[in-house]
């Protein structure tokens, strides 16, 4: 019982942390252009227990994506898009995202969740993501 406070208390304090430090990259409400010419959509931070429950995962993600309709349509479908990323790493084991080739899997595997949840197709939707914080405790 104790340990399990100690846990939340320490979920919400990465939490609020993660809010105050990148509040300010979720301001902008259009898909903005990314230094590759390309476009982005930016996701709020996820916290999600991984499948056995001894660890969870606190990930930031960006969206490479192929125009600013397409940007538009994640926002549109926000909720959809952020229930299949949370589906997605919440059933994974810690083992299967710690090295650089299960980091590459997870990702071709939420591209293509994220463009069936918005209807794309995988070279006309999201063509890339990008973690912009990976920490699993």
Not at 50 to 63: E, V
Not at 69 to 77: H, L, S, T
Not at 92 to 98: F, G, L, R, W
Request: proline share 1%.
């Amino acid at each position: 019982m104790m340990q399990a406070k100690r846990r939340l208390i320490l979920l919400n304090s990465l939490i609020v942390c993660t809010a105050l430090l990148t509040g300010s990259a979720w301001a902008s409400d259009k898909a903005s252009a990314s230094a590759g010419g390309g476009n982005i959509a930016r996701l709020e931070p996820f916290v999600v227990n991984l499948a056995s429950f001894d660890h969870y995962l606190q990930a930031i993600i960006t969206l490479q994506v192929s125009s600013a309709e397409i940007g538009d349509k994640v926002k549109m479908f926000m909720p959809v898009v952020r229930h299949a990323v949370i589906m997605s790493l919440s059933g994974k084991e810690a083992i299967e995202v710690q090295d650089n080739a299960g980091k590459k899997l997870l990702i071709e595997e939420l591209r293509e969740r994220i463009n069936k949840a918005i209807s794309a197709k995988n070279d006309d939707g999201v063509l890339d993501i990008f973690f912009e914080n990976f920490v699993i405790q």
